[in-house]
């Protein structure tokens, strides 16, 4: 198997010093408006940077407002469900018993709520966490 042979031409010109230096002064002036087409292109990154620098700190500020309107939320649903089971969360705060003053060190607890959870039903508590923003709150964990 051959491959085809490449096209041909036949090319013929006389050449003196006026050509030759024509297409010197016809290289170099490509030459020269390739480098500013590369200058301007690098000054549109360095400006394109400058912008993103200057647009970050709007983004990390969107992120802070996020944060506060996150915080703020969760203060107000908070509030909501305090409102709406304020006698029972007065109750589990300030419950005062009776019996508590013929007992030396040990208290009573009145049972506000039975929470249940089929999964962990025959397991034992085995730690619980306090929350530190809210005194009145607490994580169970459940064991074997």
Do not use: H
Not at 69 to 86: G, P
């Amino acid at each position: 198997m051959q491959t085809e042979p490449p096209p041909r031409a036949n090319f013929c010109e006389t050449v003196n010093q006026w050509v030759i230096y024509d297409s010197y002064v016809a290289y170099e002036t490509a030459k020269e408006l390739a480098e500013e087409r590369e200058l301007k292109k690098e000054q549109k990154e360095v400006k394109n940077v400058r912008r993103r620098l200057l647009e970050g700190p709007r983004e990390n500020s969107n992120d802070e407002v996020n944060k506060k309107m996150l915080r703020a939320a969760k203060i107000l649903e908070r509030m909501v469900n305090q409102n709406t089971y304020d006698e029972i969360a007065q109750d589990f705060r300030f419950y005062e018993d009776a019996s508590d003053e013929f007992r030396e060190v040990e208290g009573t607890l009145l049972p506000l709520w039975k929470f249940g959870f089929e999964k962990a039903k025959k397991l034992e508590i085995t730690a619980l966490c306090w929350n530190p923003a809210y005194n009145d709150l607490f994580a169970a964990g459940f064991g074997s």
